[in-house]
């Protein structure tokens, strides 16, 4: 009689090591997944429309410790309000938040600054950052959910985005 056709050790043997060997074939096979490929970069913190000289407002201005208004609080026709949520600080480095609002509803939201140590990091947070803007225009809010893999940065995004929206209603 053939040894695999008995129902002994040696055919558990066999089928073991085949069910492994596919096994690690297709884990080999199968690539890892990575994030979409992000095509618009995040914007530089000038570009908002504040004064000449004024990127970032990263000290203290009219709206409070931290916290810094556009020259006159916005347009006077429109209703709009920009304002710079104080930076927050993670382990990883500084995420600090912009947002207009107008009519009491907020229209933009950007995060300013945020950590970009290293490609990866920053491929990473550019995604995340994107998320963090889109969820708190649909929120209206800084009650958004935490993007997975940036965590960090996710709460750093809360916080300085709860201190804008403070500083608006003040």
Do not use: F
């Not at 945020?114 to 800084?142: F, R």
């Amino acid at each position: 009689m053939h040894p695999l056709k008995r129902t002994g050790p040696l055919r558990r043997i066999v089928l073991a090591s085949v069910v492994t060997v596919s096994g690690m074939v297709l884990l080999i096979a199968l690539k890892p997944h990575s994030p979409p490929e992000i095509t618009v970069a995040a914007p530089a913190p000038s570009s908002s429309g504040n004064a000449p000289g004024g990127a970032g407002g990263s000290g203290s201005g009219p709206g409070g410790p931290g916290a810094s208004t556009s020259p006159g609080g916005g347009s006077a026709t429109t209703g709009a309000k920009t304002v710079t949520g104080d930076p927050a600080d993670t382990i990883w480095g500084p995420v600090q938040v912009r947002i207009t609002v107008r009519n009491g509803k907020i229209t933009e939201a950007t995060a300013v600054q945020y950590p970009k140590a290293d490609p990866l990091e920053e491929q990473l947070n550019v995604y995340a950052v994107q998320q963090l803007n889109q969820q708190t225009l649909a929120a209206q809010s800084a009650d958004i959910d935490v993007v997975s893999g940036a965590t960090y940065t996710s709460h750093g995004y809360q916080q300085s985005l709860q201190s804008a929206l403070d500083a608006v209603r003040n």
